[in-house]
Each structure stands twice: as C-alpha cells, then as structure tokens.
C-alpha cells in the first residue's frame, strides 16, 4: 500500500516538473509574445524591442486608436478606382508613421485625438497635408488626373459619394441663377447643396423658393444657419438626403456641382422625375448624353482668375 502511495506521489512530482520546463522553453523568445508586449506597452523603444522599425511593428499606439471609433473620427475614402498607398505620420513621432494601401471605394477610420499627417505621391513630388480631427477626406483624381486629398466625404457606403465639399464662388452662383432665369415663382433644388449658398441666394436677391439636398449632416446645418442669417428660413428647406433617392419632382429648376461621372449617374432620376421644360444648371461638369438638352453655356473668372464653365439645360 505505502509503495503505491510513493508511486502516484513520484509519478505527480514528475509531472509538475514537466510542466514548469515546458512553459520556462516553450514561450520564450515567441515573436507573438512580443508584439503583444509591443501593444501593450508602446513606450518600448527601438533598443528594448528586437521588432522595431520592421513593418509589422507599425505603431502601437496608432494601431490602438485605428481601431477604436470614437467621434472625432477622421475618415479617408478612395474614390479613385485604384488602389492608393500613403504615410501616416502622428506628429512629433516619426517613428511611429504607417504605411497604408487603401483598395478602391474603401474608408480608411482614424479615430481622432492625435494630430497626424498624411504623405503621398504625386508624380516625383511628395505631398503632406495634416489631417485635422473628425473630419472626413477624400482621394480623387483631380481635372488634370492627378491624386488629390479632398476635403470631404460623407462616408456612407448606402450612398453615392457624388463629390466633396468645395463652394461654388458667389460669382459663379449668381451667373448661374441668372442664367436659369430665376424668379419668385421657381422652385430651386440644388442636388448636394454644401453650404446652401445657392438656394440662399436665389431665394434673398430673387425671393425664390428652394430646397438644398445634402447627404452630409455638417453641411445641412451650416445651410439652415446660412438661411437663418439672411432671412429666408419661409423661403427654404434643407434636407438630409440622398440626392440620388430624393424626390425632385417639384423642381423648376436644378442646380450641380457635381462630378462628370456623377451627373451621369444622376441624368436617369432627372429624366424620370423632372418635368418637361425645367432648367438644370450645372457649374464646370457637363451632363454626359444631354448634349441635345444644352441650350446655353457661359465660361467666366473667378476672383483669382481661374475660369469656371457653366452648363445650361432644359429637360
Ligand atoms: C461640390 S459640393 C457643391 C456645393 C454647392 N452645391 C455649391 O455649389 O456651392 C458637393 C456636395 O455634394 C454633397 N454630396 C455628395 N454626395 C451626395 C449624395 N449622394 N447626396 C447628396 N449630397 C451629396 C457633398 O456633401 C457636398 O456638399
């Protein structure tokens, strides 16, 4: 009996010892022991952590908050069709920058609090630009082909991104009401309608009505503010849409600023719901297959003399 009791206590003292020499062996020096310490501790500096400088050790740090949303997200779409690569640098850290390759139509989520900039290519030349926090950007190809980072996307992947934010100068905007004839018995739509300048104008110098259309909330309540300063909130309507699903029937007039690719993915609902006879006016990007519908065009300058097009319309 006492032999089989020294056996089973020899046979449990055997197995203890296996199993503090497996675990001393088996985990020292693994590669994934290392960059979770990296992760979790991202003050390890290059001469402590044997993984430092390589790719795989991006930076903990921005690792941690590319992954956690938070509100003050910065988002980067591509909207160039091709796979686009860029430098994220968090400032004052160059050792923590990343590498990134963002394919077609996808949104690249920084969530915000760490001032960073954004390196890419164009040609030979490098272009950086800093990233300021919550706000979304998007690459495109500008007129002359070439990477842009614009500023502006809504991010929403239920809807077209039919271009960035960027005004049309009050010039234009007059040109382009005056050439649309507007007068107090039109109903102005602007489909993406920014900072809703253009039906804020066309209702205070020509007591219009209008609705502005836009899929970005920022820009919705920039226009209700801009409608509220001039006095024509009983005029007006802005509405958070899909410019591309709302209903534009009571249209008399339509304005873009829209990309060309977008004004033809756009042409099919004005064909659909516009009435015969309305007006659509469109600033520097024709309306491709309405060449028959073009009844006017205008070509003026800017305050800092760069030429804009303007594109008449009747449906
Ligand atoms: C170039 S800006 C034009 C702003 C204004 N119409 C002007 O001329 O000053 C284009 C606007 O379209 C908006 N937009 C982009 N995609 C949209 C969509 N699917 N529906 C509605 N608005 C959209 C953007 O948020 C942006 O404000």
Redesign the pocket.
Known sequence: MQRRILIVLAVILICIVGIALYMTVGTSGSKETLSSELKNNPSMDAAENPLAGSKENLSADLAAFTLAPQKKEITIRNMTGVPVTYILKPLGSDKNSVEKTLAPQDIDRLSGGIEMAIVFHRNESEILYWLDSGKPYTFRFDENDELELYD???G?SD??????????PMI??EKMLEMAKVDKNDIVF?????????VITAAKKHGAHGV?????PR?IEESTAGAREAGVEHLVEFRL??????DISKATIV????LTK?NELLRPVLEKKLKPGVFVVS?NYRIPGWDQKEIDFFSILDALGEEHYIYLYQK
Request: net charge negative; hydrophobic share 35%.
């Open positions: 502006g996307s809504h929403s809807a077209e991104d039919l271009a960035p934010f960027v005004p049309t234009i905007v602007d489909l993406g309608c920014g900072d809703g300048r253009i502005g259309i836009d899929i970005d820009r849409e899909d410019a591309m699903k709302t304005t873009l600023y829209l977008s600033h």
